[in-house]
Every structure is written in structure tokens, then in C-alpha cells.
């Protein structure tokens, strides 16, 4: 099944370039420290807005710093907010749908009105006014993000669950004894994560996105500790006199997304048996 | 004492406005030397009943005893030893098996959950078992989607059989499987049963396997139990005149029997919520009381007849 699975997705051409470009960013987060050329923080008076060259590929910033470094740095902290909140998102949207699929009764009633509340805000002012009123850290960050992005893995979940415990496996177990643990860690949550690993692919790319826009606004990570979205921000000043500031690392958003994006939609297809029919 | 026993059990459904009530004034017993069969039409409320003999669902009214305990009431100790002595194997084998669990796995769930045996114990008995209904060893690392119909029904009954229950309920345990397949199955199954004494409680529609198999029978028609006798005394003859019409249905068998019937109208859909014999409609010996009276069960010497017939 796994590998089936693996296999499929290997079969679409924009999900391995996804791929791809995916372990390119993760390389190049992990080892920032020897592939960056020059030092992110490292202000050079005497090479301030210089365009694209052979010394410095993608130019420098408006205080001479490498942008080319800064965008390596900055993959680190795209790359950390969007996994952990991803992983926030996930791990309380999983935990809330099996409560509230598997309990049923007042318990989902409550849950799922809940989730309802949470969707009735617009997301991005709600960070925005939690980001505002804590001091915004990269760590704060993480968890709004996930705590904000967790209502579509929730209904997910709990719709999985609704359909699965009346399966015949999951009856039997109950019929032979297996206590309510069991038959929610054996028999219905392996049966619940496919669909489950791929709001995750999207809930990254999605979560790299918000962090952007809160940087690009000044409430994200705060310079001078190197973010995409913030160094787009300083770049929109200087949009017509150095273009490259604004351009590259809204590349680099562009096409990260993108690649997680492309990878959801290929892991959906690839586990949506209506598709299989094809090989 | 009988081992299993039904009395006075009313499961009703709610949807919306609509009220099924899928099994009525439902009482039956079966002993751990039966092979009991219950039979009917898809929808007559069969596997209701078998859900609520493993409490998977609570009768609204009504009780089973099993062992002089009403299942509803009893202890945790007491609650794990019904557990352990009641086993199900369900129709479909494809749904029945967990499928991200290998066969080995499957099988030695129960075994978990009930005995305290150490891993090596329980391969022994798992593969013991599995030798007993004819799964190659090979078979124990595999996933359910990697065996054929058979394989899996057969890994199902393993399953249901490793605890060594008293009794066993299988829910049409062979429509799913081809003829061939039906009979090497139940062969086994009776096989087994000759080996050690185990109750049998087998819901199906296929009056064939019904008549090769069973000792007692009982036809249940939309949640009431319309006759119940031995399979000889039914087989011989039958009374309701449900029981005739379903008799007549087994391809070339008993032709004696054919009699008109009038075709199944739509309007049977409603047959529940009529006041007198639910079989009303459909009954060519039908009469004025039938329609606004509900029969009695009547015991008629050794088998019971729901018709106001007799």
C-alpha cells in the first residue's frame, strides 16, 4: 500500500519537481551556515542596494548585506514555522475529530461547534491580534499559526472516523473486548491518516504563507534575523531603484509553496481509489 | 439452561419520523449443542439481532441472558468473559479485516486482549490455527488485500475462533464467497464443531445451507419472528405461509409448493407500520382479522407458528 502509494506519486512529473525542490530547500536550511557566501547580519556600508553581481549573485539590501545569504537563512525559518505549525495544526485537529467522531453525543456536539466558532473568524485578523498584543517570536508564531489551522483536519478526521467505526473490523473489535484505546489506535486512526498526511502537505506550504504575510507586515519575525517575508517587506521601499530585494525571496515563497501545494495534490490523487482504476 | 437466550427483545430505530422497529417481542434460545439458523429477507431485522447479542447495541426493551446474566448488567469480570465466549464472523470479508493489520496480527488480537500469553505462546496457537482452516503458513506476514475472499473469511473465522468460544455468530458468514468455496467452508465449520461443543447461531437467507447444517430454525419476516421449529419439522412442512414462500424460492427445490404469490408491490415498504400481520400484503391466505390483529407466537408441539392460520 505504502509503496503503491510512493509510486503513484513518483508518476506525476510537477509533484517530483515539487519534490525536488522541496529537499533543495531543506539542504540548503540545514546546512545555511556552509552554503551561504557571506554572513546574513554583516552590514557593508560601501556596497549598499548593489545590484546582482558576480560577488554577490542576488545583490545586496538597502544596509549591503548579502540577500542570497539572508535568503538561505531565511529557508530556516519558513521551513520551522511551516513543519510545526503544521505539526500543531495536525496533532490537535487529529485528537478533537477522533474525540468528537468516536464519542459522538454531546462530546462531538460541543467540539464541532467549537470548530465552527473558529471558522467563523477571519484567520489572518486573529493572528494578527494575537500577534499584536504578545510580543511576536518566531515561537509564538508557530503556535498561533497551528492553533488557527486546525478546524479542516478536525472534520476530516472526524468525518473518517464517523464512516469507520461502523465497519465491520471496527464492530468486531468491540464485539471481542478491545478497550476504547485500542480500537482507536489500532483499528480506526491507521485506517483515518492518509487523508490526514495530506492537509498536512498543504497545511505547510499554507503555514509558510501566513508567516510570510505576518513578516512582510512587520508583525512576524523581527529583523534583523533573516525571513523571506521580510526581507520582501524592506524590498517594496526600494522597489524602484533595487527590484532584486523584492524579487528573490518572493520567488523563494512562491516556489516553496508551490512545491508543497504540487506534492498535496499528487498524494490526493494518489490515495483517492477513484484514480486507481488508471494503472 | 440455555446458553443464550433471548426474551422479550424490541429494538426500535428512529430516523427522523420514520420508526423501525427492526426486532419486535423477539425470543428465542439457543444451546451450546444448536446449530441454529435464522432466516429471512434482506431488511427483516436479522442482523440486528446479532448486534444485539454481542451488545454492540442496547434493546430498548428486553433482555438477553446468557448463562442465567442478563449482558447488560454484569460486571467487568463477567462482562470480559461474555467477551470471551461469544464470537462473530461478519458477511462481508473484505470489510471484517482491519486493513492496515497483517494476518498475523488479526488473528492474534483476541488472544491479546483475553490471555495472558507470551508472544511465542500465541504464534503457536495463531498459527495453529490458522493451519486448522487451511491458511498456508506463508499467509501470516500478508495484509488482507493480498488474499482472496475465501483466504480472508477463512483468517475471519480464525479469528472468531481462537478464543474458543461457546458460541459463535455468523452473519451470512459465506454470501460473499462462490459455491465451491461455501462448501469446503462449512465443512470445516462442522469439522471444528465435532472437534469440541460450540454453539452456532448462523444468519443467512440460503435455505440450502440452512437445510445441510442446521438443527433448528427460525424465519424472521420485517422484525417478528413468523415460525420456529427444527429443520426437519420445516423443511417437512412448512406452516407460515412466509416460510412456504421462501421454501418455494430455492431454485428447483420443492416444487410442491409453488403457489401464486402476488408480486412484491412498493407498497410493502410500509408492511411495518401496518397493524395486523406485517405479512398481510403479500399473503395469498389472507383473511379479514389478519389485517388490524398481529398474531401470536403459538406453540404448536415442538415448533411455534406466527398465523392466525392455526
Known amino acids: 500500500m505504502f509503496k503503491l502509494i510512493i509510486k503513484r506519486v513518483l508518476k506525476n512529473k510537477f509533484a517530483v519537481a515539487g519534490l525536488i525542490f522541496i529537499f533543495i530547500v531543506f539542504f540548503i536550511a540545514i546546512f545555511a551556515n556552509n552554503i551561504a557566501p557571506y554572513d546574513p547580519y554583516k552590514i557593508n556600508v560601501y556596497k549598499v542596494l548593489e545590484p546582482p553581481s558576480k560577488e554577490h549573485i542576488l545583490g545586496t539590501d538597502e544596509l549591503g548585506r548579502d540577500v542570497l545569504s539572508r535568503i538561505i537563512y531565511g529557508a530556516r525559518v519558513s521551513l520551522k514555522v511551516g513543519f510545526i505549525a503544521m505539526g500543531i495544526a495536525i496533532l490537535t485537529g487529529t485528537i478533537l475529530g477522533l474525540i468528537a467522531g468516536y464519542y459522538g453525543g454531546f462530546i462531538d456536539t460541543i467540539i464541532m461547534r467549537f470548530v465552527d466558532v473558529m471558522l467563523a473568524f477571519p484567520t489572518l485578523f486573529l493572528i494578527l491580534a494575537v500577534v499584536a498584543v504578545?510580543?511576536?517570536?518566531?515561537?509564538?508564531?508557530?503556535?498561533?499559526?497551528?492553533?488557527?489551522?486546525?478546524?479542516?483536519?478536525?472534520?476530516?478526521?472526524?468525518?473518517?472516523?464517523?464512516?469507520?467505526?461502523?465497519?465491520?473490523?471496527?464492530?468486531?473489535?468491540?464485539?471481542?473486548?478491545?478497550?476504547?484505546?485500542?480500537?482507536?489506535?489500532?483499528?480506526?486512526?491507521?485506517?483515518?491518516?492518509?487523508?490526514?498526511?495530506?492537509?498536512?502537505?498543504?497545511?505547510?506550504?499554507?503555514?509558510?504563507?501566513?508567516?510570510?504575510?505576518?513578516?512582510?507586515?512587520g508583525l512576524g519575525i523581527q529583523p534583523p534575523e533573516p525571513s523571506w517575508g521580510g526581507i520582501l517587506s524592506v524590498g517594496k521601499d526600494y522597489i524602484t531603484v533595487a527590484w532584486w530585494m523584492s524579487l528573490f525571496p518572493g520567488i523563494a515563497i512562491f516556489l516553496t509553496v508551490l512545491s508543497f501545494n504540487l506534492l498535496g495534490e499528487a498524494l490526493r490523487d494518489a490515495l483517492d481509489p477513484k484514480q486507481w482504476a488508471e494503472d | 439452561m440455555p446458553l443464550l437466550r433471548a426474551v422479550n427483545l424490541n429494538k426500535i430505530f428512529k430516523l427522523k419520523k420514520i420508526i423501525i422497529p427492526a426486532v419486535e417481542n423477539f425470543n428465542l434460545s439457543v444451546d451450546k449443542t444448536d446449530f441454529f439458523a435464522l432466516v429471512g429477507e434482506s431488511g427483516s431485522g436479522k442482523s440486528t439481532v446479532a448486534k444485539l447479542f454481542l451488545r454492540l447495541i442496547k434493546p430498548q426493551e428486553g433482555q438477553i441472558i446468557f448463562k442465567?446474566?442478563?449482558?447488560?448488567?454484569?460486571?467487568?469480570?463477567?462482562?470480559?468473559?461474555?467477551?470471551?465466549?461469544?464470537?462473530?464472523?461478519?458477511?462481508?470479508?473484505?470489510?471484517?479485516?482491519?486493513?492496515?493489520?497483517?494476518?498475523?496480527?488479526?488473528?492474534?488480537?483476541?488472544?491479546?486482549?483475553?490471555?495472558?500469553?507470551?508472544?511465542?505462546?500465541?504464534?503457536?496457537?495463531?498459527?495453529?490455527?490458522?493451519?486448522?482452516?487451511?491458511?498456508?503458513?506463508?499467509?501470516?506476514?500478508?495484509?488482507?488485500?493480498?488474499?482472496?475472499?475465501?483466504?480472508?473469511?477463512?483468517?475471519?473465522?480464525?479469528?472468531?475462533?481462537?478464543?474458543?468460544?461457546?458460541?459463535?455468530?455468523?452473519?451470512?458468514?459465506?454470501?460473499?464467497?462462490?459455491?465451491?468455496?461455501?462448501?469446503?467452508?462449512?465443512?470445516?465449520?462442522?469439522?471444528?464443531?465435532?472437534?469440541?461443543?460450540?454453539?452456532?447461531?448462523?444468519?443467512?437467507?440460503?435455505?440450502?445451507?440452512?437445510?445441510?447444517?442446521?438443527?433448528?430454525?427460525?424465519?424472521?419476516?420485517?422484525?417478528?419472528?413468523?415460525?420456529?421449529?427444527?429443520?426437519?419439522?420445516?423443511?417437512?412442512?412448512?406452516?407460515?405461509?412466509?416460510?412456504?414462500?421462501?421454501?418455494?424460492?430455492?431454485?428447483?427445490?420443492?416444487?410442491?409448493?409453488?403457489?401464486?404469490?402476488?408480486?412484491?408491490?412498493?407498497?410493502?415498504?410500509?408492511?411495518?407500520?401496518?397493524?395486523?400481520?406485517?405479512?398481510?400484503?403479500?399473503?395469498?391466505?389472507?383473511?379479514?382479522?389478519?389485517?388490524?390483529?398481529?398474531?401470536?407466537?403459538?406453540?404448536?408441539?415442538?415448533?411455534?407458528?406466527?398465523?392466525?392460520?392455526?
Open chain 1, 134 to 217: 504578545l510580543e511576536p517570536s518566531i515561537y509564538i508564531i508557530m503556535v498561533v499559526i497551528g492553533l488557527t489551522g486546525w478546524m479542516d483536519v478536525a472534520r476530516l478526521v472526524r468525518a473518517e472516523v464517523l464512516s469507520l467505526k461502523e465497519r465491520e473490523f471496527v464492530l468486531a473489535a468491540r464485539a471481542i473486548g478491545a478497550s476504547s484505546g485500542r480500537i482507536i489506535f489500532k483499528h480506526i486512526l491507521p485506517n483515518a491518516i492518509y487523508p490526514v498526511i495530506v492537509a498536512a502537505t498543504f497545511s505547510v506550504g499554507g503555514a509558510i504563507l501566513i508567516e510570510s504575510g505576518l513578516s512582510f507586515l
Open chain 2, 68 to 310: 442465567g446474566k442478563n449482558i447488560w448488567q454484569l460486571n467487568k469480570e463477567e462482562l470480559k468473559s461474555y467477551h470471551n465466549s461469544i464470537a462473530i464472523v461478519f458477511q462481508d470479508p473484505y470489510s471484517s479485516l482491519n486493513p492496515r493489520m497483517k494476518i498475523f496480527s488479526i488473528v492474534e488480537e483476541p488472544l491479546k486482549i483475553h490471555r495472558d500469553y507470551t508472544k511465542s505462546e500465541r504464534e503457536e496457537i495463531v498459527r495453529k490455527t490458522l493451519k486448522t482452516l487451511g491458511i498456508d503458513e506463508s499467509m501470516i506476514e500478508r495484509y488482507p488485500h493480498q488474499l482472496s475472499g475465501g483466504q480472508r473469511q477463512r483468517v475471519a473465522i480464525a479469528k472468531a475462533l481462537i478464543l474458543e468460544p461457546e458460541i459463535l455468530i455468523a452473519d451470512e458468514p459465506l454470501s460473499a464467497l462462490d459455491i465451491s468455496l461455501q462448501a469446503s467452508l462449512l465443512n470445516q465449520l462442522i469439522k471444528i464443531r465435532e472437534s469440541r461443543e460450540m454453539g452456532i447461531f448462523l444468519i443467512t437467507h440460503d435455505l440450502n445451507i440452512v437445510k445441510a447444517v442446521s438443527n433448528k430454525v427460525a424465519v424472521m419476516h420485517l422484525g417478528r419472528i413468523v415460525e420456529e421449529a427444527s429443520t426437519i419439522d420445516l423443511f417437512k412442512e412448512p406452516l407460515h405461509p412466509y416460510t412456504k414462500v421462501l421454501l418455494e424460492s430455492i431454485p428447483g427445490f420443492h416444487r410442491r409448493y409453488r403457489i401464486k404469490m402476488p408480486r412484491i408491490s412498493a407498497e410493502d415498504r410500509i408492511s411495518w407500520h401496518i397493524k395486523g400481520c406485517r405479512f398481510y400484503s403479500r399473503c395469498s391466505y389472507r383473511m379479514d382479522i389478519c389485517k388490524d390483529n398481529t398474531p401470536e407466537l403459538k406453540n404448536l408441539g415442538a415448533r411455534k407458528v406466527r398465523c392466525f392460520l392455526y
